[in-house]
């Protein structure tokens, strides 16, 4: 048997046809022509017509020009260009591979520059229209035109980094290369030019984008639909891209989220978080009142729903218009409890799935090293805590991306643009939450100082786009936030700084002790332990465990000649002294020392943060030493090196892994209020006056509100809002005296000698909150509230609905 011997030419034509006879002998009288006269400089040369199942007389007139170097390969359907391209590419023989459209549109003289780039050292050359030097001589139709960019653009974000016209049908490969990408690709349609170059790229071959004339010609193939067919494949490409380690990660994420929270998850609206104090109340009455104001196109930043008749500055509380807003559809639909309730979860897993990204690409490739990182970064014990109540320190998935895109303008490579999504994205997470990006931003701060100063040369080289970069996501931010920021800070309700008390800072024990609810409990201590060092439940800042805080520091002086290690231990400590507060006292004396937090303590936006939060940046940084260390472990050849760190390793993550959230059953909403009977007592331009008031302490008449789809108004809440002539910021409503009252007898059980001047002061509260009814609800010392409340009044309540009722229209 003899060998079958393939000869092989200098350049191959591919030009994919689909019902092409108008167009198609044109294109081939000029290319042939062109090709012969130049024969000194592209040798030898072959045509391949890759018909994709024309139905008109295409594949006739190829095979009626009788030139054995003119050949023809059908495909019996029409399945669409890809697969037309895959069976042409795969006939050539070419060392060089010229792939174009069938109309010419870049003329086949550009060919010689194309010839130029790839003889320069590149895999590929591909003409474009998009880079400086290209000519248009006939315009697209703009709808095209800008479809085309908007495509371009996704294409660069999503597929091919760097390349700005993908889809122009001019390119030129070295032989060996085309087919192996050809011949790997998968798509049948107009996608295959995204997946060819995605190949190229991911097998570091270099490409040269080349500016080439190109005109628009009539009777183009490219409907309409045909570009959401493209965004289809560019998704399928998307998709197929994804490791499977990347996407059980991202699955295992979404299981720990719904674990943490499967105790409210299934059923949101019938189950509550009692850990979360009077948040969940809260939060869900933000996405309820986002929804409201979304959907009736009232002011996103205000409201007196609550807090009536001032009402709440929105913006100066944390409603997240970043995500309230987007949900506000889900909201309407399901109410906000299960609205909340999805957020939360799906931000937690989003959060933990963009530290995995982060690690992965900054820090360690090892895969199982970045998921057990990112799961300490998203879940350690002040991220569990948090997410009882607080979603604004829960989902943080623009926290890494910010980071990310940062350290990329360090490079030096595109600071404009780069700077720019900087710009953007801290846009966004300033609707998401302020206090967040001030944390990330002091702990950015941290990492860049401890690492420029280990590696001077890199901060040397990197101080100056990074500054530019800087300065240009200022000048992107600013215009985005700057009248929400005026409305925060100076618009109705605006205050000027929260108090916290003197000093809400970590006790130094709060650092290395445990965290009150862990998985495996005989590890940890006791949840009174931890409510001892800390401001409540959602607070508990800190609560690393000592086990984990040591493995921290044997990380560290192992790996300390890495200057990432050194730059990651001086965030982590850093934050962990700064979360001390102003003053802290070393634990089992009365010595008390001033901390590095009162440097900042009392300037502008320092003012407003719980200091002990700042032991939140600790998670993420802890979380990469981690990595780091796994990633070192499984390099490793000595297996008892391997064995004793990853028993190490273990004993200190078992203390931290968190417990499902405790949740209960939701105490009933009255039938007063669900079914709708208060609407014939409160009058427009009225409120409902719950009894007490709805307070930080005490606010299920929010969830009232927002069963009865924000139907009446109350006095008092649960919100930031100022209190005094110097407006400082306060927890609930400016205190009136009825309210005062009100509340120490729920509290006390004390009622106080009432007379006319109490009586004359109830009428002046009642006629200020403009009230229409008064509600008292089955709770602690109800009947001594209902004895103060019918004093006030001069008439006992009326039971109805179960509740007592006060018609404040009776009697005049």
Same mark, same amino acid.
């Given at each position: 048997?003899?060998?079958?011997?393939?000869?092989?030419?200098?350049?191959?034509?591919?030009?994919?046809?689909?019902?092409?006879?108008?167009?198609?002998?044109?294109?081939?009288?000029?290319?042939?022509?062109?090709?012969?006269?130049?024969?000194?400089?592209?040798?030898?040369?072959?045509?391949?017509?890759?018909?994709?199942?024309?139905?008109?007389?295409?594949?006739?007139?190829?095979?009626?020009?009788? !030139?054995?170097?003119?050949?023809?390969?059908?495909?019996?359907?029409?399945?669409?260009?890809?697969?037309?391209?895959?069976?042409?590419?795969?006939?050539?023989?070419?060392?060089?591979?010229?792939?174009?459209?069938?109309?010419?549109?870049?003329?086949?003289?550009?060919?010689?520059?194309?010839?130029?780039?790839?003889?320069? #050292?590149?895999?590929?050359?591909?003409?474009?229209?998009?880079?400086?030097?290209?000519?248009?001589?006939?315009?697209?139709? %703009?709808?095209?035109?800008?479809?085309?960019?908007?495509?371009?653009?996704?294409?660069?974000?999503?597929?091919?980094?760097?390349? %700005? !016209?993908?889809?122009?049908?001019?390119?030129?490969?070295?032989?060996?290369?085309?087919?192996?990408?050809?011949?790997?690709?998968?798509?049948?349609?107009?996608?295959? !030019?995204?997946?060819?170059?995605?190949?190229?790229?991911?097998?570091?071959?270099?490409?040269?984008?080349?500016?080439?004339?190109?005109?628009?010609?009539?009777?183009?193939?490219?409907?309409?639909?045909?570009?959401?067919?493209?965004?289809?494949?560019?998704?399928?490409?998307?998709?197929?891209?994804?490791?499977?380690?990347?996407?059980?990660?991202?699955?295992?994420?979404?299981?720990?989220?719904?674990?943490?929270?499967?105790?409210?998850?299934?059923?949101?609206?019938?189950?509550?978080?009692?850990?979360?104090?009077?948040?969940?109340?809260?939060?869900?009455?933000?996405?309820?009142?986002?929804?409201?104001?979304?959907?009736?196109?009232?002011?996103?930043?205000?409201?007196?729903?609550?807090?009536?008749?001032?009402?709440?500055?929105?913006?100066?509380?944390?409603?997240?218009?970043?995500?309230?807003?987007?949900?506000?559809?889900?909201?309407?639909?399901? #109410?906000?409890?299960?609205?909340?309730?999805?957020?939360?979860?799906?931000?937690?897993?989003?959060?933990?799935?963009?530290?995995?990204?982060?690690?992965?690409?900054?820090?360690?490739?090892?895969?199982?090293?970045?998921?057990?990182?990112?799961?300490?970064?998203?879940?350690?014990?002040?991220?569990?805590?948090?997410?009882?109540?607080?979603?604004?320190?829960?989902?943080?998935?623009?926290?890494?991306?910010?980071?990310?895109?940062?350290?990329?303008?360090?490079?030096?490579?595109?600071?404009?643009?780069?700077?720019?999504?900087?710009?953007?994205?801290?846009?966004?997470?300033?609707?998401?939450?302020?206090?967040?990006?001030?944390?990330?931003?002091?702990?950015?701060?941290?990492?860049?100082?401890?690492?420029?100063?280990?590696?001077?040369?890199?901060?040397?080289?990197?101080? %100056?786009?990074?500054?530019?970069?800087?300065?240009?996501?200022?000048?992107?931010?600013?215009?985005?936030?700057?009248?929400?920021?005026?409305?925060?800070?100076?618009?109705?309700?605006?205050?000027?700084?929260?108090?916290?008390?003197?000093?809400?800072?970590?006790?130094?024990?709060?650092?290395?002790?445990?965290?009150?609810?862990?998985?495996?409990?005989?590890?940890?201590?006791?949840?009174?332990?931890?409510?001892?060092?800390?401001?409540?439940?959602?607070?508990?800042?800190?609560?690393?465990?000592?086990?984990?805080?040591?493995?921290?520091?044997?990380?560290?002086?192992?790996?300390?000649?890495?200057?990432?290690?050194?730059?990651?231990?001086?965030?982590?400590? *850093?934050?962990?002294?700064?979360?001390? #507060?102003?003053?802290? /006292?070393?634990?089992?004396?009365?010595?008390?020392?001033?901390?590095?937090?009162?440097?900042?303590?009392?300037?502008?936006?320092?003012?407003?943060?719980?200091?002990?939060?700042?032991?939140?940046?600790?998670?993420?940084?802890?979380?990469?030493?981690?990595?780091?260390?796994?990633?070192?472990?499984?390099?490793?050849?000595?297996?008892?090196?391997?064995?004793?760190?990853?028993?190490?390793?273990?004993?200190?993550?078992?203390?931290?892994?968190?417990?499902?959230?405790?949740?209960?059953? /939701?105490?009933?909403?009255?039938?007063?209020?669900?079914?709708?009977?208060?609407?014939?007592?409160?009058?427009? *331009?009225?409120?409902?006056?719950?009894?007490?008031?709805?307070?930080?302490?005490?606010?299920?008449?929010?969830?009232?509100?927002?069963?009865?789809?924000?139907?009446?108004?109350?006095? #008092?809440?649960?919100?930031?809002?100022?209190?005094?002539?110097?407006?400082?910021?306060?927890?609930?409503?400016?205190?009136?005296?009825?309210?005062?009252?009100?509340?120490?007898?729920?509290?006390?059980?004390?009622?106080?000698?009432?007379?006319?001047?109490?009586?004359?002061?109830?009428?002046?509260?009642?006629?200020?909150?403009?009230?229409?009814?008064?509600?008292?609800?089955?709770?602690?010392?109800?009947?001594?509230?209902?004895?103060?409340?019918?004093?006030?009044?001069? %008439?006992?309540?009326?039971?109805?609905?179960?509740?007592?009722?006060?018609?404040?229209?009776?009697?005049?």
């Amino acid at each position: 048997m003899s060998a079958t011997v393939i000869r092989f030419v200098d350049l191959s034509v591919v030009i994919p046809a689909y019902n092409e006879e108008q167009r198609l002998g044109p294109t081939l009288d000029a290319v042939t022509e062109y090709l012969t006269d130049n024969e000194s400089r592209f040798g030898e040369w072959e045509i391949v017509v890759a018909d994709d199942g024309s139905t008109d007389g295409t594949p006739d007139l190829v095979t009626a020009r009788r !030139d054995p170097r003119v050949q023809l390969v059908t495909a019996p359907r029409n399945r669409g260009k890809g697969h037309a391209l895959r069976l042409g590419v795969a006939a050539t023989r070419g060392q060089r591979v010229l792939v174009t459209d069938a109309d010419l549109a870049a003329p086949i003289e550009e060919l010689e520059r194309l010839d130029k780039a790839l003889s320069e #050292g590149n895999a590929g050359a591909i003409g474009s229209r998009s880079v400086p030097g290209a000519t248009i001589e006939s315009r697209q139709h %703009r709808v095209r035109e800008l479809l085309g960019r908007a495509g371009n653009l996704l294409i660069r974000r999503l597929a091919v980094p760097g390349i %700005r !016209d993908t889809q122009c049908g001019f390119k030129l490969f070295e032989g060996d290369r085309a087919r192996a990408a050809f011949a790997a690709s998968r798509l049948n349609g107009w996608g295959i !030019d995204v997946e060819v170059l995605q190949y190229f790229h991911r097998s570091g071959w270099p490409v040269a984008e080349v500016p080439v004339r190109w005109s628009h010609q009539a009777g183009s193939k490219v409907g309409p639909l045909d570009y959401g067919r493209v965004l289809a494949e560019l998704g399928r490409l998307k998709a197929r891209s994804v490791r499977p380690a990347d996407l059980l990660a991202t699955v295992l994420f979404l299981l720990m989220a719904v674990a943490l929270y499967s105790g409210r998850f299934f059923d949101p609206g019938h189950r509550y978080l009692p850990d979360s104090l009077q948040d969940q109340n809260q939060w869900e009455w933000f996405f309820a009142v986002t929804a409201d104001s979304a959907a009736h196109l009232h002011n996103l930043f205000f409201t007196d729903l609550q807090g009536f008749p001032d009402g709440v500055n929105l913006m100066a509380n944390t409603v997240m218009l970043g995500l309230s807003v987007p949900f506000a559809p889900i909201t309407l639909a399901f #109410g906000p409890a299960l609205s909340l309730s999805l957020c939360m979860t799906l931000g937690l897993a989003g959060t933990a799935a963009a530290w995995y990204w982060l690690i992965v690409k900054r820090v360690v490739r090892r895969r199982a090293a970045a998921f057990v990182g990112a799961s300490l970064a998203a879940f350690a014990p002040p991220m569990v805590s948090h997410a009882n109540a607080h979603p604004n320190f829960v989902i943080l998935f623009m926290i890494p991306l910010i980071i990310d895109r940062a350290l990329r303008l360090c490079t030096g490579v595109r600071v404009a643009r780069d700077g720019a999504v900087l710009g953007l994205m801290a846009a966004y997470q300033i609707f998401l939450g302020e206090e967040p990006l001030l944390l990330a931003s002091i702990g950015m701060t941290l990492f860049c100082a401890a690492y420029g100063l280990v590696r001077r040369d890199v901060a040397k080289a990197a101080w %100056r786009p990074l500054t530019k970069g800087l300065l240009v996501g200022g000048a992107v931010c600013l215009p985005i936030v700057a009248y929400p920021l005026y409305w925060q800070f100076t618009g109705p309700q605006s205050y000027q700084s929260v108090l916290h008390g003197d000093n809400a800072g970590n006790s130094p024990l709060a650092l290395i002790a445990f965290a009150g609810r862990s998985l495996f409990s005989g590890f940890s201590g006791s949840a009174q332990k931890a409510s001892s060092l800390s401001l409540n439940p959602t607070e508990q800042n800190a609560f690393y465990g000592w086990p984990l805080v040591a493995l921290a520091f044997a990380i560290v002086v192992r790996l300390w000649e890495k200057a990432l290690v050194k730059a990651l231990a001086v965030t982590a400590v *850093g934050a962990a002294l700064l979360s001390l #507060g102003p003053k802290f /006292r070393i634990p089992l004396t009365d010595t008390v020392y001033p901390g590095p937090w009162a440097l900042l303590a009392h300037k502008p936006l320092f003012e407003s943060v719980i200091e002990g939060r700042l032991a939140m940046i600790c998670a993420p940084a802890l979380g990469m030493l981690l990595a780091l260390a796994l990633d070192g472990l499984a390099a490793t050849r000595r297996i008892g090196t391997l064995y004793g760190g990853l028993l190490a390793v273990s004993l200190a993550l078992l203390p931290v892994i968190p417990a499902p959230l405790r949740a209960v059953d /939701r105490a009933p909403v009255p039938e007063f209020i669900a079914d709708g009977m208060w609407k014939s007592y409160v009058r427009d *331009g009225e409120s409902l006056v719950p009894v007490p008031l709805p307070d930080p302490g005490a606010a299920e008449a929010l969830h009232w509100q927002t069963v009865a789809h924000l139907g009446f108004k109350l006095p #008092g809440g649960y919100f930031n809002g100022p209190w005094g002539p110097d407006r400082i910021g306060i927890y609930g409503a400016a205190p009136r005296y009825t309210s005062d009252m009100l509340r120490d007898v729920r509290y006390t059980g004390v009622v106080p000698t009432i007379g006319k001047n109490w009586r004359a002061q109830a009428r002046q509260d009642f006629a200020y909150w403009h009230a229409g009814v008064l509600v008292l609800a089955p709770q602690p010392n109800d009947d001594r509230l209902r004895e103060a409340v019918s004093e006030l009044v001069g %008439r006992p309540g009326k039971w109805t609905g179960g509740v007592w009722v006060w018609d404040l229209h009776e009697g005049g």
